[in-house]
């Protein structure tokens, strides 16, 4: 019975380019450029070997021996010339010459060294996931410089079993692989920071999390990302403006923007006052003031488009978003408003109306107690708003990052609320979860096309606490001012003034 060959190779990735002239050659690739004299007579024969295919790294120092001169000098080049392309090299585990798996580089910074495999019991990283990516099964980690393509059953299986605690011959056995295949894969997996072995200090991130902060932003993947409009000429773009909701409507009242300037104080003195108010006054807040409210955070100034370099309709409101994409709406689920019945509602931001979505007094309980228990089981809001993500609005235009930008554009909308709301003398708390899927079932969405990002509860302005406005944070287990924390005090006692009342401090967050 002949046995197999295992061998650890390197090779260039997919995207590296070579250039030759007549007095240097520069290698090209993603994360940079390595340029050597062309007279470099072992580097020029290092770099066809690798141009050729998947190479061992005595096949590397066998072509730059050969081409003369003495061996602790050429192999000293040898290793500068790999090290500059760590991030062009792309490293295989190959039987009888057949590629098994293939590590692949994500950053231009790795330094990935194949090693023996962990003498004791390893598992897979906590970290780590399998999936499909084209044709290939791969390993990859929000963690992971590197994702793992597993070109063969053996590769997959060796990674599948992983997730039992095992060891190296405990596995080659179950599976009945060769067991020096099964030592060269684990050791790649975990050169790959693929198992459990490169799990030390990253206790503090969760699997979603980490691989969402790693996925959204440039720098640790290789994926499409940015504006690459992904369907333009498969499908047309979401309509800018949102189709109408069936339903009983209620229109809002409108307000001037010169009665709004002329009574609204100055925006340091909004921006220092404001807080998270989570108690409630005993008058409910009122459809004027809902209208005024929604009509300054959320309207539809206008729809503008197609243009050159923006092949689709965009959105002008009062917050911006990526692209003027306008993909956040907003519903309405009224507790306590006056002139207003107790229920969901869309809030058409075109017409500036509500029109009713739902009115099943169970399902309102439901969403308005998981607000109060979001917030410490404080009193229910006299109205939650939820914002909800057209995601298509985003994904249409927007490859990798497009649900990063959204949840950035439900922050923007936030502070939009709250400096409204504080401007308006009204009790604004932001909320930092909800229930997606009872949100879908109340508001009638579709959960994969439609589902709330955000909510913000809000409510009419509790009555003076004693001892008025305080500076925020006064009375605090170990309090410390720094940078006139007197400001925020000054500024709500302005505020209260100018409005008559003394704004209630005891549901401030303390952000």
């Given at each position: 019975m002949l046995t197999s060959v295992v061998a650890d190779q390197v090779g260039l990735a997919d995207d590296v380019s070579v250039a030759r002239t007549d007095d240097k050659?520069?290698?090209?690739?993603?994360?940079?450029?390595v340029a050597f004299g062309a007279r470099d007579m072992a580097l020029g024969a290092v770099l066809v070997a690798l141009e050729a295919g998947?190479?061992?790294?005595?096949?590397?120092?066998?072509?730059?021996?050969?081409?003369?001169?003495?061996a602790v000098p050429v192999l000293a080049r040898l290793d500068w010339l790999l090290a500059k392309l760590r991030g062009a090299l792309v490293h295989s585990v190959a039987v009888d010459g057949r590629e098994v798996a293939r590590v692949v580089p994500l950053t231009g910074d790795g330094g990935y060294?194949?090693?023996?495999?962990p003498p004791g019991p390893v598992a897979l990283s906590r970290l780590a996931f399998l999936r499909r990516r084209g044709a290939d099964a791969v390993l990859e980690s929000g963690r992971a410089a590197y994702r793992v393509e597993l070109c063969a059953p053996e590769a997959v299986a060796v990674a599948a079993a992983l997730t039992r605690v095992t060891d190296v011959s405990s596995l080659a056995v179950a599976l009945k692989l060769d067991v020096h295949l099964v030592a060269h894969l684990v050791a790649a997996f975990t050169a790959a920071d693929m198992t459990d072995a490169g799990d030390a200090g990253t206790d503090q991130w969760n699997f979603h999390e980490l691989l969402f902060h790693a996925r959204s932003r440039l720098g640790r993947h290789d994926e499409p990302f940015g504006a690459t409009f992904p369907f333009l000429g498969e499908r047309d773009p979401l309509p800018a403006e949102y189709p109408a909701r069936e339903g009983p409507a209620v229109a809002l009242p409108r307000v001037?923007?010169?009665?709004?300037?002329?009574?609204?104080?100055?925006?340091v003195?909004?921006?220092?006052?404001?807080?998270?108010?989570?108690?409630?006054?005993p008058d409910p807040l009122t459809l004027d003031q809902l209208g005024e409210f929604l009509y300054r955070v959320g309207r539809v100034r206008a729809v503008y488009g197609p243009a050159v370099g923006m092949p689709y309709e965009a959105l002008d409101r009062p917050y911006p978003t990526g692209g003027a994409s306008g993909d956040i709406e907003i519903y309405v689920t009224a507790h306590r408003v006056a002139g207003l019945d107790r229920a969901a509602y869309h809030y058409d931001a075109v017409a500036h109306r509500l029109v009713r979505v739902c009115a099943d007094t169970v399902l309102l309980d439901a969403l308005l107690r998981g607000a109060a228990v979001s917030t410490g089981?404080?009193?229910?809001?006299?109205?939650?708003?939820?914002?909800?993500s057209r995601f298509g609005r985003m994904t249409w235009k927007y490859d990798g990052m497009a649900y990063a930008a959204t949840l950035k554009h439900a922050g923007v909308l936030y502070q939009t609320c709250y400096l409204v709301a504080t401007a308006m003398r009204l009790a604004p708390c932001g909320l930092g979860s909800g229930d997606?899927?009872?949100?879908?079932?109340?508001?009638?969405?579709?959960?994969a096309r439609e589902s709330s990002v955000g909510e913000f509860q809000l409510g009419s302005m509790p009555p003076p606490s004693p001892g008025g406005a305080e500076a925020a944070g006064v009375g605090r287990p170990h309090w410390r001012a720094h940078?006139?924390?007197?400001?925020?005090?000054?500024?709500s006692a302005a505020l209260e003034r100018e409005a008559g009342q003394v704004g209630r401090s005891d549901g401030y967050s303390g952000e």
């Open positions: 050659c520069v290698v090209v690739f993603r994360h940079g450029r998947s190479v061992t790294r005595a096949d590397l120092e066998e072509a730059a021996l050969a081409s003369g001169g003495d060294r194949p090693a023996p495999p001037a923007l010169d009665e709004v300037a002329r009574r609204d104080p100055p925006l003195m909004v921006q220092e006052a404001r807080r998270s108010v989570r108690h409630y006054g089981g404080t009193p229910t809001p006299d109205v939650l708003l939820t914002f909800t997606a899927q009872l949100s879908a079932r109340v508001l009638g969405l579709d959960w940078n006139n924390p007197d400001w925020a005090a000054r500024a």
